[in-house]
């Protein structure tokens, strides 16, 4: 007998007759002789329908009443779970982030977890009752107020509840059935992986993949809990998420997807005097603004002295970057501030590049046939991205996915949704 | 300065219009000088939707989870309305039930307050912030888990914080403007009370009137809070519920109002053998089945030992009650079991006729000059009931309303709403 966690998302979720199958497949687990724990996040389009309530009468709502707000959400769908869960014999309780011990820091919109302390969980899985917590919310440590977790929420708090009652899984539902060798909706003979060890899932995620978010793997890494990415509209077995890259045997080790981000924007300050400390006050103010940069490139300086710095960084954050790098302008004396949204990232993850020379030169070789120009180039040992053309990321994709036959033999199934 | 407690029903908190309004009229009572704490219902038609979507997913929802599934409703709405006051420039916390320290019995969908230990509320009017409870709702004692208190369970969450914090008032704030002579739908001279004594108002509530819940009363009066019921539409003052009837100088004590109740049928049992033990046979199965009843009428035996037994509970409760009392039928040995409900009732309420002879005789012949047939009557030392025909209710009404003299000399105001 396991002990099963089981994370839906909002659109798994989105209306009675959604609900009423994921009860059943709930129930189906539980009836196998599992112990089962579920995360909900809310209901399909309930988090934008509050968020919009409360524009109307606020256009700057205070982030303590956001979190009070946005919770409703979570409530609503876990409830109705255990009512659908309960409309077919089983038993089931639902509980808050709060009532079912996620502890946080106290920072509204964006907690982050500190601490699960289960125990009316683990009371409800011993008098043979299903637990559903809601997901992406927690109560803080300080002030006793209600948080929210911020993006991935909900598998943040999967997992975390997973970790805390030493599960056997945390499996992860949505509307797409695993992790694929690269986005099917762009590569065809795209394939899914059977497993993929924590650091390559990081990578990915890193590097633009949605099917599960940063911050969930790295909570999973950490305890050892082994993700499992499912369809909630299939009984394929998904994706395994588990082992580390230490323990793939190096001549096993493979190449195992790409990945690519269109989310990101480039920055370039040009003409910036060549002296120490220039580069330092340019991210220092960038950092200052609370901006997290991604991929960096500085040129050698010409001979007049002066040198381009370039980096990227996501477009939400663009526009605000620029503005305050232009407050320095005449402070460090660089000639202008350069800004390009029409760019896009692709990735190459896999832990055999440490083991196998050649993978960048094959990389860039398969890109320069199909003409992608290189703008950046940036590297971790088991990770190749580059910044390109936004245009070109399709057929950048396709190429590196040929380049090193990552395709498998059956057409991908594509589901209807977005990859979340 | 004064603590103010105010509560806000659905049909006021409607939309993000009427959201808007009540944070105006909430941020001008804390800008008079006063500590501001304000008890929320869910925004309109919320509770509806979400018993509907509960319906959806199971027909016979756990109470339990219901009671999770509601209690997001209150959250929303003062969520929202804490956020309409930030963004008038004042500053505002909002509590659920729990958080605010409302302590509960377990029992799930009518749960009753034990205790009201509010600390964080008044930790946030002592750092000068107005302070927003989620109405309808606690925790339970027992179990911790989140209950509702049932029908006005708002006003109840109100006034059981107002008394907690031994607040000056309770500003109870629907769509109608105070406490009326009769209701001023049926009667158009009907007069606004200025103020009413607590036990009057306590017979107005038992015998149909919709304006404050009969536990809120009660409530009230046990702890000395004053209840002022006032409209989110006007500036009025509203009506004044406080003081008892025994602080009214004989002298002064009056007739007061005329209320009526179209929510009761009518049960008789015929032929019952008159002995000992039959009535008390047929009142404890209508009790077993946690059904109340109201008026109760029991005729003079006839020549052959048989009597019928008549009472009146809600017609929600009559199918039930007939089906219990068939099943004792054989046993007791009854005629028959009647249902009728087309019944109304008819209260007329004032201390005055303690201390008035008269007053009955005067009631019953304004009916009959009205051509209304009394089926039933029932007293207390305040009140003057009748059961008639349904279809008479309104007449009933007027005639008794001028008989007392009750009318005032203007129209009344009728505003759109049900009158809560």
Redesign the interface.
């Known amino acids: 007998m396991a002990l099963v966690v089981q994370k839906y998302g909002g659109s798994s979720l989105e209306n009675?007759e959604r609900?009423?199958r994921v009860?059943e497949r709930i129930v189906a687990t539980k009836k196998a002789g599992n112990d089962v724990v579920v995360v909900c996040s809310a209901m399909g389009d309930t988090t934008d329908e509050?968020l919009d309530?409360?524009q109307?009468?606020?256009?700057?709502?205070?982030e303590?009443?956001?979190d009070?707000?946005l919770?409703?959400?979570e409530?609503?769908s876990?409830?109705?779970?255990?009512?659908?869960i309960?409309?077919l014999g089983a038993e089931?309780?639902?509980f808050t982030g709060s009532?079912a011990g996620v502890v946080t820091t106290s920072v509204h919109g964006n907690a982050r977890i500190i601490d699960v302390t289960p125990s009316?969980v683990t009371e409800a899985l011993e008098q043979g009752y299903i637990a559903l917590v809601a997901g992406f919310q927690g109560v803080s440590q300080d002030t006793?107020d209600i948080t929210t977790l911020g993006r991935g929420g909900s598998d943040t708090t999967a997992v975390a509840v997973a970790a805390a009652l030493d599960a056997d899984v945390c499996e992860i539902y949505s509307d797409v059935d695993g992790v694929y060798t690269a986005d099917p909706r762009i590569v065809s003979n795209a394939r899914k992986l059977d497993t993929i060890p924590y650091e390559e899932m990081l990578e990915l995620a890193a590097s633009g993949s949605k099917i599960l978010h940063l911050r969930s793997v790295e909570y999973a890494r950490r305890y050892g809990v082994p993700i499992r990415v499912r369809s909630s509209y299939s009984d394929q077995p998904g994706t395994t998420v588990a082992g580390s890259i230490e323990e793939i045997p190096v001549e096993q080790a493979l190449i195992t997807g790409v990945a690519h981000d269109r989310s990101e924007a480039k920055v370039t300050v040009t003409g910036v005097p060549d002296h120490a400390g220039a580069a330092a006050r340019i991210f220092r103010t960038v950092a200052n603004a609370e901006i997290d940069i991604d991929m960096v490139l500085q040129n050698i300086s010409d001979t007049a002295g002066r040198t381009d710095i370039t980096f990227t960084l996501s477009k939400a954050n663009g526009p605000r970057a620029v503005s305050e790098l232009e407050k320095i302008k005449s402070e460090l004396g660089f000639s202008a501030v350069l800004y390009d949204d029409h760019v896009g990232k692709v990735s190459l993850v896999g832990a055999g590049m440490r083991s196998h020379p050649g993978v960048t030169a094959t990389f860039c070789e398969a890109l320069a046939e199909a003409g992608v120009n290189i703008e950046i180039i940036n590297t971790s040992e088991i990770r190749i991205s580059v910044l390109i053309r936004d245009t070109q990321v399709d057929d950048a994709v396709r190429a590196i996915h040929e380049a090193f036959e990552l395709g498998g033999d059956e057409e991908a199934v594509v589901y209807a949704g977005s990859g979340r």
């Open positions: 009675a609900i009423k009860a509050l309530l409360a109307q009468v606020n256009p700057v709502p205070p303590r009443e956001m009070m707000l919770t409703a959400g409530r609503i876990n409830a109705l779970v255990a009512m659908a309960a409309s089931a309780w639902s009532q009316r006793k």
